[in-house]
């Protein structure tokens, strides 16, 4: 499996801090695709490339497991790593506290190509997916 | 000048709601949002049928002023009238408690044609808006 | 187990829509938010009364799976139902076409409660729930 | 008038961009507060510190005015500079592209002091804030 992670800090805002003085569950989904987005740059395949390219990958599932809350400018890490590209795109993550590397929340995502023109689900990645990642990312 | 207005209800969700209990001064841009497609779509030119036409509508402009904050919760109507269309698209707003009919928030909105294909900046209203204004709007 | 449902309409709105047409995945967090709202309203348990009854409840859980696009100004009903509540309260949700009842999404939350003056995490869930619960739900 | 200003560099989202391939207007909003938010840490009167003194300041006006649209990845310099602080708190701001310095966006936010235990509006500023304007950003 070729590694590709990204690491991406944000510091909490205050508009995702919610009545309870926590980020607001949903705002994670926002954090997670910082650090995805970060992974795709460094094999030149984030959103524009992939719009070149003929193919949207949309999410398709996305999972969320809370294990303590982010407060109001809490430094973050989010680490992304690439776990499947073959046949779907998954990441896993894990959010940290920046600062004591104590671990708030994990998670995964999985995409799907689409060709753009036909609308057809692909079963397979196309090979604009799987040449940058074996080639970015094994040695 | 012809007469175009709309209102909706919203509930102000959780998720809008922050760290003061109240709703976040961001989120009326929104609410704002959400009553002028609701006027638009009475003349045929929301954002797809704009699309259609040829040109993009952006905002540039945009005021709000914050008279009472809104509560979780809380039902508001948000009524939006057209005050300019012929050089460009002018929206005020005012957001009430539904119950009351005590005033929350007033504001406008500026959007002005630009044309998708040349990017250009339209200094007069273009027909597609002009036309639709007019015949729905005047007895 | 108690029947506890609940179903929200809300119609796709601009500023959800991403630039492949479609409503950004991280916005259905809100929509199932919206159901599980109305359905803890139902046995009188909303976000107030769990601040009144001295006990948060984070969500600590959250899934979702993608079938098929929302596109600007679809209607879609949002449909919550309780499935755990002794321990942990978990809602399942599916998201449809209003019109033509096709599955969109569905996904589920858990919730645990917390107590707010201790912080103390709760393996059991506390009477103020439970009581709700079945008094409302049960005949 | 004391000088008080901050910058912060942002990269536009992924999920902040819109159907027309740029960051949709009402995120402008939350790019101001990232700013403001930067300023008042610097006399230590950040949200946290605002609630500690007794008082709440919310928003009553902002005001944005669009001048280009800012694309996805695009980096960003918000600067925020204090314009009035002895009766009410108001914040200038401009974005620019952070490599040309060309102008995106320029606004204001006016926010008011609200007493958190009587609810009552301040028509001064609490010696609070003014205590700390003079001291860190007078020589």
Not at 55 to 79: D, G, I, M, N, S
Not at 119 to 127: I, M, N, R
Request: negative net charge; aromatic residues 12%; proline residues 4%.
């Amino acid at each position: 499996m070729p590694e590709l992670t990204a690491d991406v800090t944000i510091e909490v805002p205050f508009h995702d801090i919610d009545v309870m003085e926590v980020a607001w569950h949903g705002h994670f989904v926002k954090y997670f695709e910082l650090a995805r987005c970060a992974a795709l740059r460094k094999i030149g395949y984030d959103y524009p490339q992939m719009r070149d390219s003929g193919y949207a990958w949309p999410v398709v599932e996305c999972y969320l497991k809370y294990v303590r809350p982010a407060r109001y400018h809490q430094r973050l890490t989010v680490h992304a790593v690439l776990r499947e590209y073959e046949n779907r795109l998954r990441f896993d993550y894990e959010i940290r506290d920046a600062a004591s590397g104590e671990r708030l929340t994990k998670g995964y995502t999985v995409q799907v190509a689409v060709d753009i023109t036909s609308g057809e689900l692909q079963f397979v990645s196309p090979d604009c997916l799987i040449a940058r990642v074996e080639k970015t990312c094994t040695a």
